[in-house]
């Protein structure tokens, strides 16, 4: 069956730290994949999206990795701070390039 | 200046009961969704349309009937409400072909059905 596994388990660092979280797909070919962020009461907010051609992207303290060998993405922030603490959702594009399929997300918490 | 809009932000409702939700985008996108984020938080995508036309249509009870009156609008209304329908809601828009593909989310409706 297809899946979108993403860490279960809240992961807390120190402020200042690199955050780094994974998406694990099985049985997809995704033209890309995209990662969002959720804070508590509010809709997803997109933030960076990654092509199946592209290995890495870049936006400020983010930085996102696509491996269509291993089907993982990684999600990167660096020099975390508190504000960074939300749900990180990925989403991949499949069904005839129609719908986005998304991940349970995981939880972030930056401590000061 | 909100980019997509939703209402109610909060549904209280008995079981059997008929309600809507409404969305409205003012981004010019030709796309929009409806999603349903249940207590697990899995966001699990329900109907779509692209310029007034259903293109998605997932595996949703046809007690769900989506309207899109016009492509700023797509509105939920559910009938004979039960227990599991809570959960909340959002509204999404994108525009095919931009080279961003993302999708603009509401604030979402959260529905309970007592």
């Known amino acids: 069956s297809q899946k979108i596994e993403q860490n279960s388990e809240a992961l807390n660092i120190q402020e200042g730290k690199t955050a780094t ?14 990662w969002y962020r959720q804070d508590p009461g509010r809709g997803p907010v997109f ?7 592209e290995k890495e ?23 975390s701070q508190p504000a960074d603490s939300a749900t990180y959702l990925c989403a991949l594009l499949a069904g005839n390039n129609r719908k986005l399929i998304w991940g349970l997300g995981t939880s972030l918490a930056v401590n000061p | 200046d909100t980019a997509v809009s939703q209402t109610p932000k909060y549904l209280v409702t008995q079981m059997g009961n008929d309600k809507s939700i409404k969305c409205e985008q003012n ?14 938080k899995f966001l699990k995508i329900m109907f779509s349309y692209n310029n007034k036309e259903l293109i998605i249509n997932e595996t949703v009870p046809n007690r769900f009937s989506p309207k899109s009156p016009d492509k700023a609008h797509l509105n939920l209304h559910i009938n004979s409400l039960e227990l599991g329908d809570s959960a909340v809601y959002f509204c999404a828009s994108r525009q095919v072909g931009a080279g961003g ?13 007592l």
């Open chain 1, 21 to 34: 979280l994974t998406c694990n797909y099985t049985n997809y070919s995704p033209a890309y994949l995209q």
């Open chain 2, 101 to 113: 593909n993302e999708q603009f989310f509401g604030p979402g409706t959260r529905l309970t059905v």
């Open chain 2, 27 to 40: 981004l010019g996108h030709d796309t929009m969704y409806w999603y349903k984020q249940d207590s697990k």
């Open chain 1, 57 to 79: 992207k870049r936006k400020e303290r983010l930085k996102v990795t696509f491996d269509t060998t291993l089907k993982q993405s990684l999600f990167h922030i660096t020099a």
């Open chain 1, 47 to 53: 933030l960076l999206l990654i092509r199946e051609n």
